[in-house]
């Protein structure tokens, strides 16, 4: 007879970050909405203190899939390919709001919602991408063979990032270069916008961070529930 | 293999496919400025194309009855007069960047589209923004 598991439940850690992440958003919101207008925008900057987070998190999200997709290849740890599946189902959740936020930006800023420009387009490709990342999981049956399509894809999948987060300086974009660049580390922002940007960037974090441990415990729940379903197919076999 | 998903897979190819060749191979080169046009004018020649470059201060005469705007867009080389029908986005301002989408008719670019490009560059108003100085900022941006 197989011992009975022990219940997989978020650990405190898990709850406390979902905790802190959900107390400080209303924090985050109420500095949104007191940050200074911008002189061209007036209060549609304010948009971005909700766009760039998700978008950064997105980056961030199909990252740690990446990592967690070499991480599996290497050692073949089903553990390792259960946060990969968590991480870039949040990163997807992360990007889409990116998206739609962006539309919604980019309609009174720009004067439409949707272009064919370069950072756009990388970014609906990088979407429709992870999008293929969860129709190849759900497309293959046999769990070993799964696990590894799916790390080729999580792995391949992440040259998108740096193409998005760069078309809008090796392409003529619509699109403005980086606020916050990355590869020179300058800043063309207010400093009250700019620590507004960063505050709500932690606590996206925070939440990120709460949801893809939340998405691992329940994603080893299901693989549970998979293990016992193939250790009934085998005891009934012995039957037989 | 599970064939609903397979269908999926294969929607999702085709997607890919239509934004890497059709929405990428196309728009790499979002815009040409008036330097470049002028540059290759043979080549654009009753093509339609994307002109991008700034609103020319001074230039801007625009119709609220009849919509009907027109400006001169310049990449502080050449200038290009523009005529477009239809409300402008609520940031086109003289001095703002701007592309326009559409073709040319005599020496006026007839704009089907217009977009307004901003920066990347984010500051809040000088000393010390006060409520009414934000009521009239929005006035201003509307």
């Known amino acids: 007879m197989t011992e ?13 970050l979902l905790g802190l992440g959900l107390f400080l958003l209303p924090a985050g919101l109420y500095v949104a909405l007191t940050a200074p207008p911008d002189v061209n925008q007036g209060f549609l900057v304010r948009i971005m203190y909700l766009h760039v987070p998700t978008a950064w998190l997105g980056y961030l999200a199909f990252f740690v899939t990446f990592l967690y997709s070499l991480l599996y290849l290497f050692r073949q740890n089903p553990k390792h390919d259960r946060v990969a599946l968590a991480s870039a189902e949040i990163g997807l959740v992360f990007m889409g709001l990116a998206l739609v936020t962006g539309m919604l930006w980019a309609r009174p800023t720009w004067g439409v919602y949707w272009t064919w420009e370069p950072r756009l387009t990388t970014t609906a490709i990088l979407f429709a991408v ?17 696990r590894k399509a799916a790390a080729a894809v999580g792995i391949l999948g992440f040259i998108n990032v740096p193409i998005s987060y760069m078309s809008v300086k090796w392409w003529r974009s619509l ?47 299901e693989a549970g529930g998979e293990e016992a379903e193939a250790l009934g197919l085998e005891a009934r076999k012995e039957e037989a | 293999m599970r064939r609903k998903y397979l269908l999926g897979i294969l929607i999702i190819l085709g997607a890919l496919g239509y934004m890497l060749f059709g929405g990428l191979g196309r728009n790499l080169v979002y815009f040409v400025t008036p330097s470049e046009y002028f540059l290759e004018e043979a080549r654009y020649q009753n093509r339609p194309l994307r002109l991008g470059g700034l609103v020319k201060e001074g230039t801007v005469a625009y119709d609220r009855d009849s919509l009907e705007l027109r400006f001169v867009l310049t990449d502080g080389v050449k200038e290009v007069p523009v005529y477009h029908r239809g409300t402008p986005p609520g940031m086109f301002r003289e001095g703002q960047g701007a592309v326009v989408e559409g073709r040319f008719q005599g020496g006026v670019f007839q704009s089907t589209n217009l977009l307004v490009k901003h920066s990347e560059a984010y500051q809040a108003p000088e000393a010390g923004w006060t409520p009414e100085e934000v009521r009239r900022l929005l006035q201003e941006a509307r």
């Open chain 1, 130 to 146: 992870y999008v293929g990342y969860f129709l190849l999981r759900g497309a293959i049956e046999d769990p070993e063979l799964r």
């Open chain 1, 175 to 221: 699109h403005q270069t980086q606020s916050i660049d990355l590869t020179t580390g300058r800043i063309n922002m207010a400093p009250e916008m700019f620590q507004a940007l960063m505050f709500n960037l932690l606590i996206f974090t925070l939440l990120y961070l709460a949801f893809v441990r939340f998405r691992g415990f329940l994603a080893e729940r």
């Open chain 1, 4 to 16: 009975a598991r022990k219940p997989h439940r978020p650990d405190a850690l898990t709850w406390g």
